[in-house]
């Protein structure tokens, strides 16, 4: 019996000892290694990091973010298998990650742990890339600015130039801001240069940039990441064979901000702008001037670097006692092209003179500062000299005419003694004192009819002046069914220029087309035809692009945008 239960317990003591070498050759055997293809590489080139967990239980990832501080993941990849050696059968889960780096300088690839296992740390040196000729390059990018120095408010031109010699494939490009600064985007330009024996295509990205207040605007280097091909596109605009990824940075700039000059007008508005002129437009070629008679005057103020948003009113530079002007609603335009902003206001306004004889018509005069001369400008109407008719005064009938008229005879004896003579007398009666009450009646009923005309009506007309018109995605719909990329893109730029200046938010969160419609929620299949669209550009100009999905996406997106409208419907102008 003692024999048994020593056996009993001499099992007992050689299972926990097998159970407790079972799982110490389990846990040892969870590992996760990691293994970069090189320790060296320069600024522009990717790194591949191999992630092996072997015989882990851990359902989940390593976390990886550990790994942005210094990379940008480019792509991740997983797979699963099971190797069997010698009978033993070994589960790896292996992760593969492509990795750029974002400064020059030495890296550290952090430990990462899974489960009970973590890796080793590893140093990646990463230099500086070495400056090719630009002849030898596949694609290079170059960053022109117009100006290291500008006033506040002042337009300057920033161009980002992408050099390619192989189709671009996929087009990857940080979004282009400046803090402190508002911008927008000019239409692009697509064009072929020679350098050297070799041919590029050249895409020209224009910036119209304004500082918001003086100081320093220090720019940012923007990543671009571009996948090119050798192989020839197929007519469908695609390229087919290998691809190469190029990495890709803007040169960071910084802008001295200048001050309002002290010499400026300290009462007149800031226009800072190449160009400002004054022209005018009369109703008649010769017009003829008379009292009391309303003629009609256009002036119009152009300027070059400004939106027309920022134009003063015309009709407040004009005073003067021998004349009243009444203005009317002011047309005011905002444009763009390759130059810059281009805007325009035009006022027409109803000029009536108050007295007769030879009249001076003040001169129209609008102070702006010229950047180009760096100096203080006036634009001027001159002022003119006019003839001035008396007002011509209407016939009024004779109240007599409309007066009853009795006849009463009398008796007058003449000297002769012949027939008598029946004289009439007119007699007023009391017409006049009716006609009268009925002037005074008609007098208070005008005066009470213009003061409702000028409350209501007036009232109405400003807040429906107020309600700012939708801008159309029609143009765009247009290009895209037109398979005109270029004119697609340039549409939508304009289109959300207006609708974001409508909802006054353009200059509070600037961004681009696309982050727009995202951050508006729309659909995948949208967002993902404006991506192929900007891949499009960057391909030769004989090279095809269907517009038929991105024309439907954006009408769908239009529909569903009135159908939003409709559904929020604006309050009365005079509620009950």
């Known amino acids: ?7 009993t317990t001499l099992q007992v003591c050689l299972a926990v000892v097998f159970s407790i070498a079972w ?10 290694s990691v293994q970069a293809d090189r320790s060296t590489i320069a600024e522009n080139e990717t790194l591949t990091l191999t992630v092996k967990y072997q015989n882990g ?7 990886f973010s550990r790994l942005k ?4 993941i480019l792509g991740n990849n997983q797979s699963s298998q099971y190797i069997n050696t010698n009978g ?3 589960s790896v889960v292996q992760w593969t990650l492509t990795l750029a780096p974002k400064q020059a300088g030495k890296i550290l690839i952090p430990p990462l742990s899974l489960g009970q296992a973590q890796s080793q740390p590893i140093n990646i040196s990463v230099h500086k890339a070495k400056a090719l000729p630009k002849g030898s390059q596949v694609v290079f990018l170059e960053t022109h600015v117009s100006t290291d120095q500008a006033y506040v408010q002042e337009e300057f031109i920033v161009v980002l130039k992408l050099f390619f010699r192989e189709n671009i494939v996929d087009f990857d490009a940080e979004p282009f801001t400046i803090k402190g600064a508002s911008f927008e985007e000019l239409p692009r330009a697509q064009y072929q240069k020679n350098i050297g ?7 020209e990205m224009r910036f119209a940039v304004t500082a918001n207040a003086s100081g320093t605007l220090d720019a940012p280097s923007f990543l671009w990441n571009l996948r090119s091909s050798s192989a020839p596109a197929n007519r469908f605009g695609m390229s087919s064979g290998r691809t190469t990824l190029h990495r890709l940075r803007t040169d960071p700039f910084t802008i001295t901000v200048k001050p309002r000059p002290d010499s400026y007008p300290a009462s007149k508005p800031w226009l800072p702008a ?14 003829q001037f008379t009292v009391g008679e309303p003629v009609t005057r256009t002036i119009t103020l152009t300027a070059r670097g400004l939106t027309g948003e920022q134009l003063p009113p015309i009709a407040d530079a004009i005073n003067s006692d021998d004349f009243k002007f009444y203005p009317d609603q002011p047309k005011i335009t905002s444009d763009t092209d390759d130059q810059g902003k281009l805007g325009a206001r035009s006022e027409s306004m109803a000029v009536i003179p108050t007295r007769a004889g030879t009249l001076t018509l003040p001169a129209v005069e609008i102070s702006w500062w010229d950047t180009q001369s760096d100096s203080l400008q006036v634009a001027t109407l001159p002022a003119k000299t006019i003839t001035v008719k008396a007002a011509t005064a209407k016939p009024e009938q004779s109240l007599s005419a409309v007066l009853p008229t009795t006849e009463i005879p009398t008796m007058a004896q003449t000297a002769d003694n012949t027939q008598p003579q029946v004289i009439y007398q007119t ?12 002037i005074i009646l008609n007098i208070v009923q005008a005066l009470v009819w213009i003061l409702w005309f000028k409350k209501r009506p007036h009232a109405e007309q400003q807040a429906a002046n107020n309600i700012p018109s939708q801008p159309s995605l029609t143009p765009a719909i247009t290009a895209a069914n037109n398979n005109d990329a270029k004119g697609c893109h340039h549409a939508l730029n304009q289109w959300l220029y207006r609708h974001t200046q409508t909802a006054g938010t353009y200059n509070a969160q600037p961004c681009n087309v696309q982050q727009y419609f995202a951050k508006t929620n729309a659909d995948s299949a949208l967002l993902s035809e404006l991506k192929q669209l900007d891949g499009a550009l960057f391909k030769p100009a004989n090279s095809p692009w269907v517009g038929k999905a991105l024309a439907n996406a954006l009408t769908q997106y239009s529909q569903k945008a009135a159908t939003n409208t409709k559904e929020q419907p604006l309050a009365a102008l005079y509620p009950a």
């Open 88 to 90: 033993q059968v070994t």
């Open 1 to 7: 019996m003692a024999s048994k239960t020593m056996k």
């Open 197 to 203: 024996h070799a041919t590029y295509n050249v895409l």
């Open 69 to 72: 501080d210094n990379f940008d």
């Open 274 to 287: 190449k160009m400002l002129t004054l022209s005018e437009k009369w109703s008649e070629q010769a017009p």
């Open 23 to 32: 799982l110490h050759t389990a846990q040892a055997a969870e590992r996760l």
């Open 57 to 63: 239980r851990s359902k989940s990832a390593p976390d």
């Open 427 to 438: 007699s007023a009666g009391y017409w006049p004192w009716l006609c009268a009450a009925l």
